[in-house]
């Protein structure tokens, strides 16, 4: 849905998605849950300097994108109510690119769909994920770890409770992979719409050892102030990927020069991995790129 004009009469556009439309024609469309978002809106024009009324007025004239069908492309920036006038500051998503969860130079993880791709990065591992052969390890320990908290050092109390992420929603194009814990261990997907974005959602368990959502330690230095959790996470690529069948990069990629031990050239494929939280709907797009060794230039 969209506001189309908010100067005058306000008009709602509102249309369905793809599963929107076959449920109607099925009979069985019922609005059980909605949410707003406000993803246009650029708070840093409100212009403290006007007279009271007139401060907002740019930002009330921002242009409102027009409603689309496609469900994939779903709110970054949702609207919540949370109770208490005295908060100063909202918790925040951010990705711990320091370790073993650094990512490549370009800002992405590299995912490696075979054996031989992965024997390109033996001497280049940082921020190479591999696709979970037996004897895959400790030796490429490469994970995903996103960190949740307030980001300013001027809150240094402790996370009130409902502002605590303790569940997490990880969406990724089925087609090209799934999600597995740290321990290669794979889970299981809670839902796949009509575009093929598996959701798999992960929480913190009465024990934390050995789960993917964990009690954020105050010295983790990802965040400056109050820490709330941590979640951590791999990708393994899909079978399709992994075979002699070049066709999906042909398809959706295309061809790379890396430079590891020597120049090699790839097949690659990018996608986006979003994490989102449960409670405050705080979203984190992660780039990734499966990779398939060709040859050596």
């Not at 793809?18 to 849950?33: C, N, W």
């Not at 300013?152 to 605590?164: G, H, Q, R, V, W």
């Amino acid at each position: 849905m969209a506001f189309l004009d908010n100067s005058g009469d306000i008009i709602l556009d509102a249309v369905l998605t793809d599963t929107g439309r076959l449920r109607m024609a099925q009979g069985t469309f019922r609005i059980q849950k909605f949410a707003l978002g406000d993803d246009e809106i650029d708070y840093g024009l409100f212009n403290k300097s006007q007279p009271t009324g007139q401060q907002d007025l740019d930002i009330l004239g921002t242009p409102i994108l027009e409603a689309f069908t496609d469900n994939a492309s779903g709110l970054k920036s949702k609207l919540l109510t949370i109770g208490g006038e005295e908060r100063l500051y909202l918790p925040v998503l951010k990705l711990h690119n320091e370790g073993t969860s650094q990512t490549r130079n370009d800002g992405a993880y590299y995912i490696a769909v075979n054996q031989q791709t992965k024997e390109k990065f033996a001497t280049d591992k940082t921020g190479v994920m591999t696709y979970f052969q037996p004897s895959d390890g400790a030796d490429f320990d490469t994970v995903i770890e996103v960190h949740q908290g307030i980001d300013n050092a001027e809150k240094t109390d402790a996370l009130s409770a409902d502002l605590i992420e303790n569940q997490y929603i990880v969406e990724i194009d089925n087609l090209l992979g799934s999600v597995y814990n740290a321990d290669n261990a794979q889970k299981a997907v809670s839902y796949i719409d009509d575009d093929n974005i598996a959701s798999y959602f992960l929480y913190k368990e009465a024990s934390s050892e050995g789960t993917e959502v964990k009690t954020l330690r105050e010295d983790a230095g990802t965040i400056a102030g109050a820490p709330g959790t941590k979640l951590t996470f791999r990708i393994k690529p899909q079978d399709a990927l992994k075979g002699t069948s070049d066709v999906w990069f042909e398809r959706l990629g295309g061809e790379v020069s890396i430079t590891t031990d020597t120049a090699h050239t790839f097949y690659y494929v990018d996608a986006t991995v979003k994490v989102m939280g449960v409670t405050t709907g705080y979203r984190l797009d992660i780039p990734v790129r499966f990779l398939k060794w060709k040859s050596t230039p």
